[in-house]
């Protein structure tokens, strides 16, 4: 299966999962729109999030992928089975001990880190605390998940490990619908949601465990031990759990500004969860995919194809996002409004929201271009230098929300995740240059600038069509105009920038094709 076709694959995978979140999202926004009450339910529900990064995702994709792949190649399935019970062991031990620490700890973590905000609101951090705890063994199931989707990847089996996340926004939905049916008050509304959390942790841990028993490994429970394999997985995970984490490191400092403040912290998660379509369909299948192709020809001795895997992603990834940028900035205003303008969620509540999401969006290349860029660093086993990258950013953006919340208050805090992650991207890029593990071609740098200049025609022709589609997606105007204006617009910018693309050479049919066609070379 070539590059490309296995990024459609995870992309494909993850979209749905993206399109079952912005149903999530409406219907959320609907029942508790910028309330306190929807304060609450994401403070409480970032926590877990933020471990689930930590422990999870940032760690195991950075390093337990290239060890498992390295075990399979050394000493074939049986040994890559060998090592992943290992690793289960260790992994299922640690995190039994962190939920009981952390459930213990609760009280603290929510004054003094998640929300002290909420401080002089007993009631408001006694809810986040209790919804919190009902959440947080969700980071349990998901960090198993995360393990067995590295499993998974490295086996090239992509589709289980891409489709999981559905279930979580399946089960909330389902809640969300249910107490909206009903009519439950927002409080009650917050509780099904917790609970819904954890029952999708446990759905997404079945679907991903069905999928590693299908590709032929089965997962027994070991005594954990210290041995070779488990150190060095050790070693190579810390850094790249920090790593991994950075986003929502940052909007974790971001939360704990913005809790100052009724409606911030639900204002940022709307705009958040829009970003994240782009960020996911495109960042996280060219990171899912990237790594154990580049960690294969790298241990296969085939620099020149690691060289063209690392380029060739750094194209697609330009080549989607750039246009997703510009159009985030300019249809940030209809893309709320026709989301979320509706019960609880206001006209005033979408132009906050709006600009918030044209920031983001002007930081969405580079946050998936850290996706694209980290792997070429793991592949080598390298996890401390994107670590202190990381860190570099998470200090930029602390001190740059400290400095821009008060004076432009929510969209002070997505400007400074926005800048730390352009940041981070250029000394992701410069480094990997620098040591000739990125290989610059002019070719490259040449359709980069040319994809930029059909960027700007798009938004030129944009900000034109929108005046004329002012009057359907006014505020107050049926649902049915406004997403058909929204799709008009979307399918004009497609249209133009595309067209732009190819005629002035930022984009070539034929190099497509061939990535199409292209299938990596197998080890030998």
């Known amino acids: 299966m070539s590059l490309v076709k296995k990024f459609a694959t995870v992309g494909g995978a993850t979209l749905g999962s993206r399109v079952f979140g912005f149903a999530r999202e409406t219907l959320m926004a609907a029942a508790l729109g910028t309330g306190p009450m929807a304060d609450v339910f994401y403070a409480a529900f970032r926590f877990p999030n933020l471990f689930r990064r930590l422990f999870a995702e940032g760690a195991f994709n950075a390093a337990f992928v290239p060890l498992f792949s390295k075990e399979i190649e050394a000493n074939g399935v049986d040994g890559a089975k060998r090592f992943s019970e290992e690793v289960f062991g260790v992994l299922f031990s640690a995190l039994l001990v962190i939920t009981i620490v952390m459930e213990l700890s609760m009280p603290l973590l929510v004054r003094f880190i998640i929300a002290p ?307 981070n991207t250029v000394l992701l890029f410069t480094t990997l240059l620098r040591r000739g593990d990125l290989v610059w071609e002019w070719a490259l740098a040449r359709r980069t600038v040319l994809l930029l200049v059909a960027t700007g025609v798009m938004c030129a022709a944009l900000t034109y069509a929108l005046g004329h589609a002012g009057p359907w997606l006014a505020p107050g105007t049926g649902l049915l105009h406004q997403v058909t204006a929204l799709f008009a617009l979307i399918g004009i910018a497609m249209v133009v920038y595309f067209a732009t693309a190819f005629l002035i050479g930022g984009a070539d049919l034929g190099m497509i094709r061939r990535n199409l066609k292209r299938k990596p070379r197998k080890a030998g």
């Open 117 to 423: 905000g909420f401080a002089d609101d007993a009631d408001k951090t006694s809810l986040t605390v209790r919804l919190a705890a009902v959440m947080f063994p969700y980071l349990m199931c998901m960090s198993l998940t995360a393990m067995m989707s590295g499993m998974l990847n490295s086996l090239h089996h992509f589709f289980a490990a891409a489709i999981a996340p559905v279930f979580l926004n399946l089960v909330m939905i389902s809640a969300l619908a249910y107490a909206l049916w009903i009519g439950t008050d927002p409080l009650t509304t917050a509780w099904y949601l917790a609970w819904s959390v954890l029952v999708a942790g446990i759905l997404q841990l079945a679907v991903v465990y069905v999928g590693v028993l299908r590709a032929g490994i089965s997962i027994r429970f070991r005594m954990p031990r210290m041995t070779p394999n488990v150190k060095r997985l050790l070693v190579l995970a810390v850094p790249a759990a920090m790593t991994g984490g950075v986003t929502q490191i940052n909007q974790i400092i971001g939360q704990a500004i913005a809790s100052s403040k009724e409606g911030a912290i639900a204002a940022l998660q709307y705009a958040d969860r829009i970003y994240q379509l782009p960020l996911g369909v495109v960042g996280v299948a060219v990171g899912v995919v990237l790594l154990p192709e580049l960690a294969r020809a790298l241990k296969s001795g085939h620099m020149k194809e690691a060289a063209s895997i690392q380029n060739r992603s750094l194209e697609f990834v330009l080549f989607l996002t750039l246009p997703a940028a510009g159009g985030l900035w300019i249809l940030s205003d209809a893309i709320i409004r026709v989301l979320y303008e509706r019960g609880a969620f206001s006209p005033e509540n979408t132009v906050v929201v709006a600009s918030i999401l044209a920031i983001y969006g002007l930081g969405l290349p580079g946050f998936v271009m850290i996706k694209a860029l980290q792997p070429g660093f793991y592949a080598r086993e390298d996890t401390r230098t994107p670590m202190r990258f990381t860190m570099i950013s998470v200090v930029i953006n602390s001190g740059l929300a400290i400095t821009l919340f008060p004076l432009i208050a929510e969209r002070g805090i997505a400007t400074a995740e926005a800048c730390a992650g352009w940041i």
